[in-house]
């Protein structure tokens, strides 16, 4: 992959993430104002995300044109390692600290965004290495 494609990549996730992030957290204030526990906002909206984004990224951002089934199984798994940082960092920073759950939520959604980029861009989605057979 080169530079180029790379940053292609990232942009089309961006747009993704971008797009699905503003909408989610738009819900997660709705949510938790109406009451809901932010932890159980974060988690079902967290869930939605998920499958929402998966076809997204899967064609658009990393033109991935391998089996449905293996590739969602890692990105339910990169979302799950995501989802556990963004559970301790509302547990830590909201519960411990005492930090507004709203600018914690939202900073979050940077560092996970990130994390995730670079699961499905090196694990996820990524292309297989030609075999020595292909390269001749």
Known sequence: MSDRSTLHQLLRYGTVGLVSNAVLYMAYLALTSFGLGAKLAMSLLYA???????????RWSFGHRGEHGTAFFRYCASYGIGYGVNLAALLLLVDQFGLPHQVVQGVMILCIASLLFLLQKFWVFRHPSPSPAQES
């Open 48 to 58: 939605i995300g998920v499958i929402q984004t998966f076809f997204f990224n899967k």
